[in-house]
């Protein structure tokens, strides 16, 4: 099993991403506006850079604005970083607007603007090369857009059609067309000649006249130019460019009659440039694949069989490393399954290597290594295998018996308290449904079936420790309660039940549901009494009970607004914090090292986007491997 640095950070998890990106012609480049408070001015950018980190930071951008005033702890979660004072001027000094208009003021006197600054047209006399003009665009480029583009419609090409398009710093001169001076590119409409600071010109595509449309882009990760015609893609016509220094669209016309509109994505281009950004990020995530970590090079004085020999050793040396990496995850978020099949994986092809001694004692190693931490990994899943199943009081009672003081109940913020509230939701769901059966299906119902809803906690410890072992969970815990004698947070919820019971009575319905909801009632008000207290600590407590004790209010709960708290989600979030908190009594990290190289990638790969690395602003790492709190989710392998 070999893997690459990319496989390194989707191996852990459920849904990797594809190498091809989706075909998307004719997209709909709607656009998106968003105030920037930093400069007190509206903008909009296309849609098209939803598909780089510009949309990404532009949002925290805004977010941290909105919030610098307030706690920025709150910014955490939701940024994935913790900004300190030299975060702050990362993002917060970042200048995010873009080109929109042709500048009024950026401009040679030979041209004029209309149509809302987005149209140019020629006022010059035209007879000769210094009657040239050219304009830049209100604002430079921002590099964070990792790939920018805009389109020209050339709506007359004048007398001769010396119409140049392209790109140029901030101080080339507007008396010359795109291209002719150092720090400028542009591609001409009367030779199909491309030209990069000179007045020389090579060949680069056809001409272009009156009604045809082209697009110019510029691509920060590959520090390249390129051009379309008419919606098809001509290529790159200039590379290595100097993308240090702010650059700025720029076009320019020398003829009289020369008239051209432009569109910087404010309506649909005609070139598909979503579907290009994709097939960039494509390219760019299978170049990455091909780097591995570095193994070492024969030296002049090494015969080519040492050379081979090292490179095999570095190569073993890696995979090892690797193995442990994909073992530590699976052990840490309880993958037994997965975990000893990998196992017998490593053993088995390391037997397969000509070195098989060496090899043998390497994989030994690594199971003397990991054997302590499976051990933990079979206690954590019996106990979390039982939430997971419905029986919350059965995995407490293993966790009591297992990890004694793990659950304090005089803690209310203690995963004891998740867990209890839990098992109120778990008896309400089984409520429901049976509820749904009786209507649905009639009053035919397999009576032992019925015993079995009510009752989900009459296995004993013993028999339950046999019956989970085949099953795979996570989760995380800490403990509460506190008994009190307050019961009103769950009194207004009685005379809806009670409506309920006379509901489902007048409807001839079995005993049994009214004893459900009897077991139901019992339940909420024991749980109450033990965590109703009226002290502030356990403010979160009462909230919580109040949201659960909701579900009472709503003759169908599925479809109530409180139904999440019945969704699989909700149950393997608990059990997750379960997991975590039997870590940590186990003296465990809760993150294994993957997750925390994971994490250091997306917080890399967000800072190099910051710095205007071109690269990383189109290998979004988080949006390769699609969600992080996906990745941490409960197992049930």
Known sequence: ???????????????????????????????????LSSTSTHFTYPPYLNFTLYS??????????????????????????????????????????????????????????????????????????????????????????????????????????????????????????????KGSWGYHGDDGNAFSGSGTGVFFGPRFTSGDKIGCGINFASNSIFYTKNGTFLGTAFNDVDTSLPLYPCVGLRTQGEHIATNFGESPFEFDISHYILEQKSKGWKELSNHSLETQKGTPETTPDETIHKAQQEKRKEKQLLDRLILSYLINRGHMKTTKALMKEIVLNEENVSDIDSMDNDSKRIAEQFAPNIKDMEQRHTVVAAFLTGNVDLAIDLAQQMFQGLLMPEDPDCILFDLKCYKFINMMEKYSQNVKAIKHEGLDKDM??????????????????????????????????????????????????????KEISSNDTSDITQVMMENIMSYGKELQNEYGGTCSSSAKAKARMVEI?????????????????????????????????????????????????????????????????????LLNVSEHCTSTSSIVSVSED
């Open 1 to 35: 099993m070999s893997y690459t640095i990319p496989e390194i950070l989707v191996a852990f998890h459920p849904q990797s991403c594809s190498d091809e990106p989706p075909q998307q012609k004719n997209t709909d480049h709607s656009l998106e506006s968003t105030a």
């Open 448 to 501: 032992e079936q019925l015993e079995r809803i009510i009752s989900p906690l009459a296995i004993s410890s013993e028999d339950a420790l046999t019956s989970v072992e085949n099953q795979h969970p996570l989760g995380t815990l800490r403990i509460p309660a506190k008994r009190t004698n307050n019961g009103s947070t769950l009194d207004h919820c009685v005379n809806h039940n009670k409506i309920l019971e």
């Open 549 to 617: 004790f909701s579900l009472l209010a709503y003759s169908d709960p599925f479809s109530s607004p409180m139904a999440h708290l019945m969704t699989p989600d909700n149950r393997r979030g608990i059990a997750e914090k379960l997991n975590n908190a039997i870590l940590a009594y186990q003296k465990h990290p809760t993150l294994s090292p993957i997750e925390r190289v994971y994490q250091q990638a997306i917080v890399t790969n967000k800072e190099l986007a910051y710095h205007g690395n071109g690269k990383a602003i």
């Open 56 to 181: 990404e930071i532009y949002s925290e951008q805004n977010n941290y604005q909105q919030t610098k005033n307030n706690s920025l702890k709150n910014l955490n979660s939701t940024l994935g970083r913790s900004y300190r004072d030299t975060e702050e001027s990362d993002l917060n000094q970042l200048d995010l607007r873009l080109p929109l208009t042709w500048s009024s003021k950026d401009k040679s006197r030979n041209l004029e603007i209309s149509g809302k600054g987005k149209a140019v047209y020629y006022t010059g006399p035209g007879k000769k090369d210094s009657h040239a003009g050219s304009i830049r665009a209100s604002f430079p480029i921002s590099i964070q857009c990792g790939i920018y583009y805009f389109e020209v419609d050339i709506i007359s090409r004048g007398e001769d059609g010396y119409i140049g398009i392209g790109f140029s710093g901030a101080h080339t001169q507007l008396d010359r067309l795109p291209g002719w001076d």
